[in-house]
Nanobody, 122 residues
Framework: QVRLVESGGGLVQAGGSLRLSCAAS????????MGWFRQAPGKEREFVGA?????YYADSVKGRFTISRDNAGNTLYLQMTSLKPEDMAVYYC??????????????????WGQGTQVTVSS
């Protein structure tokens, strides 16, 4: 079965950097889109970015976050720089085996990791 495991979260000061990883198993990783989402306390889960035919980012993270993928290692990365207190959230990676057209939509994804907490102190 498909399994996604995030890691790399932690506590960082505002302006700092973190790199999140998402290890995938149970699917041909290179064939499917991968997304990053985040959810802050009391807020809806929101799109951060995705890697498909192209790479896409939410406006709030564009220029600060970078998504990359190691297809040989079945791992997705999210490099986060210039972190702000408003970036604090649980970060999730997600994927789907379906053909989807909106990688920013939560409903496009069928498999989710357990999440990793990112805390940004001001």
């Amino acid at each position: 079965q498909v399994r996604l495991v995030e890691s790399g979260g932690g506590l960082v000061q505002a302006g700092g950097s973190l790199r999140l990883s998402c290890a995938a198993s149970g699917l041909s990783f290179s064939n499917y889109p991968m997304g990053w989402f985040r959810q802050a306390p009391g807020k809806e889960r929101e799109f951060v970015g995705a890697s498909g035919r192209n790479t896409y980012y939410a406006d709030s993270v564009k220029g600060r976050f970078t998504i990359s993928r190691d297809n040989a290692g079945n791992t997705l990365y999210l490099q986060m720089t210039s972190l702000k207190p408003e970036d604090m959230a649980v970060y999730y990676c997600a994927t789907t085996r379906r053909t989807v057209y909106n990688l920013a939509a939560i409903h496009s994804y069928d498999y989710w990791g357990q999440g990793t907490q990112v805390t940004v102190s001001s």
